[in-house]
């Protein structure tokens, strides 16, 4: 049975009961914004065997929202989330209304992501990662997960969390789960919803680009030419618009320059209309 969570006292309540009746047992939390897909699904999935039990948030978050971008219009569907964490069999659903989790608009305290979110997303996105890194300790600290499961589909924020838990002490094991993807080689997104026809071909590129890059990285090409080949391909599909495609160390987060030799991850950002897609993919230089 699924027990859904609309405030925080609630929450903690709910959770105090279960590990009363279950010492020992591992809660695994995957945090989300609903709009759930099968890329979230797996996160449960992989939650589900490191935990006894799961509990999913469904919380689109402010704060990690700049002005402009598309919090209003963010996808909103919560009966077919429930139906869906229902189907998977989940524990607990936590779904806040903002005026829970941020009374009065938050009293303004905010957690600083470390400095690998000076680039790319969060040089593009200014004050992103405060917002998500302060809504995930909120989280932990509301439902107090052994685990907690975010995708290598938003690979820098992944970097930022782990570099968040260990530098603040959370009592928190973070697992990473690979990229799912369409039949097609789109990584799944919610914001996939808000692409036209045409808008997806194009935004094949992206994954196009990334596969493109690793094939030179196996025929032997340098870091340089690993790059050119990916912008080559979303350079020829001029419906994309390319923020930014880099190498950074997968561990260190920091750009990579030509001489590097061993693995990278490629991050892709590029926008397709008014859609900003997100892709990445670790290739080996000069193996
Ligand atoms: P979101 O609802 O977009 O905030 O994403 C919630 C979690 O799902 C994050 O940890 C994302 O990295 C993860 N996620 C989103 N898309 C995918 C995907 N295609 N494959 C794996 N994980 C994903």
């Given amino acids: 049975m699924t027990t859904i969570l609309r405030g925080i006292d609630e929450a903690r309540a709910a959770l105090a009961a279960w590990r009363a009746s279950r ?18 699904l797996s996160l449960v ?10 509990a999913v948030s469904i919380f689109v978050n402010p ?11 963010y996808p909103r569907t919560f009966p077919d989330d429930l139906a869906k964490l229902q189907a998977a069999g989940v524990e607990f659903v936590f779904a806040p209304e903002a005026s829970e989790l941020y009374p009065a608009g938050g009293g303004g305290t905010r957690v600083q992501a470390g400095p690998a979110a000076a680039i790319l997303e969060g040089a593009l996105r200014p004050g992103h990662f405060d917002g998500v890194l302060t809504v995930v300790a909120k989280l932990f600290h509301i439902l107090s997960p052994q685990l907690a499961v975010f995708g290598q589909k938003d690979a820098q924020q992944l970097h930022l969390i782990r570099s968040f838990v260990r530098d603040l002490d ?21 914001r996939n919803a808000y692409l036209s026809d045409q808008e997806r071909r194009a935004a094949l590129a992206i994954p196009g680009a990334l596969a493109d890059a690793a094939a030179a990285a196996e025929r032997g090409a340098d870091l340089a030419g690993v790059l050119t080949a990916a912008e080559q391909r ?20 920091r750009i990579l320059g030509g001489e ?28």
């Fill in 63 to 73: 704060l990690q929202f700049g002005p402009g971008e598309d919090f209003d219009r």
């Fill in 234 to 253: 979303i350079g020829a599909e001029p419906a994309l618009r390319l923020d930014y495609l880099t190498a950074v160390g997968p561990d260190s987060f």
């Fill in 260 to 287: 590097h030799r061993g693995p990278a991850l490629l991050l892709a950002a590029a926008r397709a209309g008014a859609t900003r897609l997100i892709d990445n993919r670790t290739v080996v230089v000069g193996a």
């Fill in 170 to 190: 959370e009592p928190v094991e973070v697992v990473a789960a690979p990229i799912r993807r369409d039949a097609d080689g789109l990584a799944l997104s919610s």
């Fill in 45 to 54: 999935e992989r939650a589900r065997h490191g935990a006894e039990a799961v």
């Fill in 23 to 40: 010492p020992g047992a591992r809660l695994g939390l995957v945090p989300t914004m609903g709009a759930l897909h099968a890329g979230h």
